[in-house]
């Protein structure tokens, strides 16, 4: 086991135990608040181009479709990210890397870019930063899908390709702190 994966699992494990009556109360909030189950699933694109599932807290109503108040404020905070420390702490993702993407992204990539794929998704990375506020973007976007297929997600590809060549224990360190102060 590398250095990376002791620490994605010992700190998976403190976070998850640290959180614990956390967690289960945003749960049964989501689980009231949409009348449905609080936890969402999605298949995502992983390392190696395998998928796994994600976990999320339920955002979304699933008969109206539209993100509930609670929603908004989870999403705001990154709260409804949080069950994604059981995918670190059973190894499909880890704290640093690039987020794992939904199919017809990443695992369409070619050549060179095709590396980000060898690397294992994470809760955090320098895009997901500079993106954060992302949905907001594309909301003022004319053509939102072409926006995103033209310019995020290529800046996003530059910023993780980065990332492969020159990812550390140390880098990895200064990104969670971007991402708690940010």
Same mark, same amino acid.
């Given at each position: 086991?590398?250095?990376?994966? $002791? =620490?994605?699992? &010992?700190?998976? $494990? =403190?976070?998850? &135990?640290?959180? $614990?009556i956390f967690l289960i109360l945003i749960f049964f909030i989501c689980s009231l608040n949409i009348?449905?189950?609080?936890?969402?699933?999605?298949?995502?694109v992983g390392q190696f181009g395998k998928s796994f599932e994600i976990y999320k807290f339920k955002t979304i109503n699933p008969i109206s479709g539209k993100i509930s108040n609670i929603g908004q404020f989870l999403r705001k905070y990154k709260i409804d990210e949080l069950p994604q420390l059981i995918n670190i702490l059973i190894g499909n993702m880890s704290f640093v890397g690039p987020r794992p993407d939904i199919s017809g992204y990443y695992d369409l990539l070619e050549g060179e870019n095709r590396k980000i794929l060898e690397l294992k998704p994470g809760l955090t990375s320098l895009a997901s930063i500079k993106y954060s506020?992302?949905?907001?973007?594309?909301?003022t976007?004319?053509?939102?899908?072409l926006y995103n297929d033209t310019i995020i997600f290529p800046d996003?590809?530059?910023m993780n390709l980065d990332y492969y060549y020159n990812h550390s224990i140390f880098?990895?360190?200064?990104?969670?702190?971007k991402t708690i102060f940010r």
């Open positions: 086991m590398d250095t990376k994966r $002791i =620490i994605d699992v &010992l700190f998976s $494990i =403190i976070l998850i &135990l640290l959180l $614990i009348n449905s189950n609080g936890l969402f699933k999605q298949v995502r506020n992302e949905e907001k973007i594309l909301s976007q004319e053509n939102p899908q996003k590809i530059r880098g990895d360190i200064k990104i969670i702190i």
